[in-house]
């Protein structure tokens, strides 16, 4: 591949890293406790501007995701073929995680309007509201946090087999896709992700080198071939 094909590539994924990033702590902050008390599907047509919002900054997150994984396959292949499809794959099923979780998101304001409208009673808005919730957070437990370790592990091993970006860099990648891929297991038996705890330490090194890594790639790009055979 041209040195160019590179530099461009490296540019767009750095900024599709960035809009997930910015994305899913914009969708966060407009949710704020939206989903939190006993009576949060009634409420929620109260904040149906802010849940639509947030359900668009997922859909831009999950799209970004996709872009991520394609437009890395075609530079990660050249260096292991078998694990650049599985990131891409990673990507795409993270994506379709968070696509879930938005529906469930949607689905929680219509029962909220319905309701609001008197065409369900309260214990069934809120029977249903819990099914989609309970829902909601598993996507969200594997599609953020259990896949984003899983495709952490997977980019960074290979960059750092193939050098495209400084060792340090991808080693602090492979770090930090085994701190969340090991908070993520802790959410499947119980520890609650939602809140801030001394476990949330255990997904802060991937989120700090995702940017830096972002930063990378639009200010510096890959290593083409030349620079590190």
Known sequence: MPEKYYRKTAAIVGALFIIATATSLVGGILLGSALDGPDYIIELPDVENDI???????????ISLVGIGALMFPILRKHA???????????????IFIIVGTICLLGMLTLGQDYAAGHLDQASSGSIG???ISIRDGAFLFGTLIFLGLGGLTLNYVLYRSML??????????????????????GLFGTDTASFDATTLLAA????????????LIIKGFNTPEEHS
């Open 52 to 62: 639509m919002m947030a359900a668009m900054f997922e859909t831009i997150l999950a």
């Open 205 to 216: 090194p991937i989120a700090v080198q995702e940017m830096v890594f972002a930063s990378w």
């Open 130 to 132: 819990a099914l989609l």
């Open 81 to 95: 073929e078998g694990l650049g499809m599985a990131y891409a794959g990673i990507r795409l099923v993270e994506a």
């Open 165 to 186: 970006v400084p060792r340090w860099l991808s080693a602090w990648g492979i770090i930090g896709g085994v701190g969340i891929l090991i908070y993520g297991t802790m």
